[in-house]
């Protein structure tokens, strides 16, 4: 089984750039992305989909037209793990010059 971080870990990945716009919420890494459509959406979370099969770790995420929300932890280990944080660093660079704002 994974090893969940310690909340000093995670308070310093969060402070990591690439990591920076996501929080903890309820227990889990949370993001939530605006693109300017439908299928804008759908092509990231259809390349983020790929990804998360192939390290056959998957998001919690929902999505209402060309809005995502995502939401990151490791099942298993009852917590957040270094495998979250992977996931989340690979999901920013899949939105990087997608998203509005």
Known sequence: ???TLS???LATALRDPQLRRWALLQGKLHREYQFTSFVEAFSFMTAV???AE???HHPEWSN???K???SLSTHDAHGITERDLQ???HIEKQAAGRTLG
């Open 1 to 3: 089984m994974t090893q």
């Open 87 to 89: 996931l989340a660093r």
């Open 68 to 70: 995502v929300v995502v």
């Open 49 to 51: 989909a790929l990804h």
């Open 64 to 66: 209402v037209y060309s």
């Open 54 to 56: 192939a390290m056959n």
């Open 7 to 9: 909340e000093d870990q």
